[in-house]
């Protein structure tokens, strides 16, 4: 999906949520966790209670590969139903040597038609450039993340080649990966729990996209990352997971995922103006 | 498997030699490429041939992810396939917020029963503890990888609470991480391709097992690697994928294989004494 494509379905829905698909069998309602299907008949529940609400869907990789064989099978089946119009993210968080990431981005542009995958950047150029090889798709790298964790590494400083200043490790890598791509190929993870940060991300890279986890569950606030995230041409996806599909265990999960995934929209709409 | 086991198989074989299946369907030989199993068909072929010769078989997820379900479904099937004598790793470079990779943990660790899995550290403590948590697997982090992209972040100088000395990142990573597990729990990726470190990350980690990939195909010395990075209980695991699994791309396949894991082996014995 191209990035005039995601601009016009934004200020369309006058969204720019993200539903995070973070599917776990143990979570979701009682009657459904005894189909054969349960993962799939979930996320199907839950597209069709969201889809005018948001702009993108993100499917965590990691809860579809712990079920395995089934899983990957109900990861493929939902990439399949979500609309040609929602942009659909793999949060995946891969990158190895340059001929291993070309198998990455083979599987996850290709055998499954992913339109965007997050990738991790430690291991530097040769590990990216094969996802931005492929045209009409996005690569979405860690940036800053919503973690604890960030604190190890993303935000130890960096010496510079004339030691005269010093970057954070994640405005290196803001600054370094802008260079192998562009607007228009390239995204990064930026998380809301870092909402002091955005100010300084936007600084370095003013018209880029950023995905953003950490509101909802980890606490994050829509309101301070919109102030500072948002540009004119809306630069931001926001990621909600936990706090829009399990809203309720029961019943009524789905109409509960529309309501708390309309709430964000509301207030997104007062943010675009 | 237990560290005590692994030291054991290394010296009952004289070898300190992993097998990186990273089977890719158009450069297995013809003959099988045709089969409805092809993958598995050749993994186990390979596997027949060089199990007395090596300690580890290393998968690397992204050729079966490439695949699909098909690719997924032969990963099962290889694992299931190794003798149990054999250190399995998953080389999967995973890690996320701690909820995240609890699931790719349970994915590589029970779902698929691996011994080990590889992790990025980008996302600091919590993206790694889950991994740590699981009794008699092995977690293994990236520290300084075998790639150019290495230059890009692994390298550059991180600055140290005190301003008064600086560390290289990966430098950072092996003893910021070191202290997450232990010697029984926690291996780190180190290239060979970067021998002239070796003596370096020795210092630092004087008693870790080093998995190490980078030799063959790649051009790192096992001789440079295995002089600075043996230590007293072995501590290496040296891995050759390309240069052994695709020896020849004829019906001799398994045969060309074993020579040069033999080569290895033969190599490895000799650095034992």
């Known amino acids: 999906m191209i990035r005039k494509k995601l601009v016009e379905q934004i200020q369309a829905k006058k969204s720019y949520l ?11 309602p009682l009657h459904l966790q ?17 889809k005018d609400l948001c702009v993108s869907y993100k499917i965590n990789t ?26 659909k993210i793999a949060d995946a968080k891969r990158g190895d040597i340059g001929n291993t990431s070309d198998q990455y981005a083979r599987a996850f542009f ?24 492929y045209k009409d798709k996005w690569t979405i790298v860690l940036g800053l993340t919503s973690n ?4 190890d590494f993303e935000l130890q400083k960096i010496l510079s080649a004339d030691n005269n200043q010093s970057d954070f490790l994640y405005e290196k890598v803001l600054k370094t990966v802008a260079g192998w791509g ?11 729990t870092q909402a002091a940060a955005f100010a300084n991300i936007r600084h370095l890279i003013p018209e880029h996209f950023l995905l953003v986890p950490g509101v909802g569950a980890q606490g994050g606030s829509l309101k301070e990352v919109s102030q500072y995230g948002l540009n004119k041409e809306v630069g931001l ?23 708390i995934a309309q ?6 709409a007062s943010y675009l103006g």
């Open 148 to 151: 604890k964790g960030a604190n």
């Open 62 to 87: 990691a809860f579809y590969e712990a079920m395995g064989l089934k899983g990957w099978e109900a990861m493929e089946k939902t990439v399949a139903y979500i609309p040609t119009e929602h942009l």
């Open 263 to 268: 709430e964000y929209q509301t207030e997104m």
């Open 18 to 28: 993200c539903v995070g698909l973070d599917t776990d069998i143990s979570k979701i």
């Open 110 to 133: 290709e055998t499954i038609p992913f339109d965007a995958i997050t990738v991790a950047p430690y291991m530097g150029e040769d590990s990216i450039r094969p996802f931005l090889e």
């Open 34 to 50: 005894s189909h054969p299907d349960a993962i799939f008949e979930f996320n199907k529940a839950i597209i069709d209670a969201t």
């Open 237 to 259: 996806l926001i990621n909600a997971s936990r706090a829009i599909i399990y809203a309720s265990t029961k019943e009524d999960f789905a109409a509960a995922a529309r309501n």
């Open 182 to 192: 562009s607007i228009n190929n390239l995204m990064f993870v930026t998380g809301a």
